[in-house]
């Protein structure tokens, strides 16, 4: 390494105050990125050196107009800016600054359990960075090499996304697999040649492990559990035209650009009439589907029994009418904790963050502030028969949301197996390019103060579905409900 680029990499701290102060002079974004990239393009020191030494030096200011960023955003916290223009595609420019940006948001707000930025955040960047800077504007490449960055924080919440993924690369695979007994098993499908029950051997003569930990580091997740359990929850992993191969040796083929997405709603029937009701909530993305929820219980209001399926809802808007709707007793949220840099930092964030009322407390070495999670008094006239929920590892987010309360108070039995381990509103930011990042700036704890993130909420019965059920169309969880049901 030549003198230049150590001095890039190990003393940054005078051309880091200069750019610092042109930035406290000019405090709108647009100034930023022309420091920045003025940084980027100045000509590098050796003339005529190899090409290897030359992309070490971009990595090196890219690295260095990072940190400037992180100090800037640091100085400027809240401030409104105005969103850039970005060209559909990603051009050099616009790589190092969308790098640049999702690596200063993660240092600021980023918020997990024990440690507040991860110790190899900066090794991670570098690889990051030596992933992009040479590669051509393909779009889909940078998309994957930054869901790769920021899946490496290890949080549910805290991913990068880009819709235009959604538009040319996440048609359905037409079936959901999870693993099950050390093996990969179909546990939907709408795929004409596969079944539940099916096991998955192999994907284009990869094994099926193989191939999942080949795509394990581009799903962000609480644990490693959930990133089993997500891996077809990600079409744009796959190719559009595969072959399977089962257990048995039968072959299919999967061609997801003649397959479209199958649609669900929120059903609702009585198991046994007048006394046990089922409602079944595939998810909380669509509004509409709380209200479909509520006329349900609207329409079961003087049952005895009330089961309530959110198996594999992968969450969405979080209920709080239904859950309203649901505890004829008080109840208590997450206890929730940050750090105090993170509680007065929120750009583009959809929800308030307010000043929590429950103090300080140290966890670690991280000094963080408890967000008060006092007891909910019911609203007048709730649901007030017996009600059972169904829950799995497919349960996540405001899925969790929904049961929680459920489970603290005791108003509920949890059916089935533990959930997820991953809830709460993120920070968002938007690049206004159909690209945008979302990092979780809380923890939630139950309200006793247990772990949740990358743990879930156990299940007061626990119920496991097996190959053999999924084969012969058994539900054992909806089972083991109506036998409980049907007890004085």
Known sequence: MSGSECSLWTKPNKVGLLLLRGWQWHAERKVLRSVLFLLLWLPLSASGQDSAGAKLQLEARAFLASNVYFLAESDLLGANRPPSDFDADVTFEQRVFIASKVYSLLQLYYSSIGSEVPPDLDDQYRTFLHNIIPATDDRS???????????????????????WLDQSDNRTVGFYALPLNGKWVVQTSWHEGLRPGDVISKIDDVAMESFFLRQQRYIAASSKVAQRRNLFLFPYLFPDQFELTLEDGKQI???????NNRPEGVEGRWLKRYEIAYIRIPSFLDPRFQELALNY???????????????????????ERLVEALMDRP????LQVTSHDCLPCAPQQ???VQEPAGGTQERGNLTQLAQSNKPIAPIQNPFRGRLILLVDGGCVSACEDFIEPSKDSGRAILVGETTQGSAGIPLFYDFHNGMTLKIAYKTNY????????????????????TIDDLKKGRDPILEKALQLAAEP
């Open 141 to 163: 490449k940078f998309d994957l090499s930054t869901i790769e960055f920021v899946a490496k924080q290890g949080n549910g919440h805290t991913f990068f996304w880009d819709t």
């Open 253 to 259: 083929v999967v061609d997801r650009r003649a397959l």
């Open 297 to 319: 219980v609207q329409q079961f209001h003087h049952a005895r029994v009330l089961i309530v399926d959110v198996r594999n809802n992968p969450g969405g808007i979080p209920p």
């Open 331 to 334: 109840y208590r949220g997450w």
């Open 350 to 352: 959809p929800a308030t």
């Open 446 to 465: 139950l309200p006793d103060g247990s772990e949740f993130e990358g743990v879930g909420i156990k299940p007061d019965v626990e119920v496991h579905t």
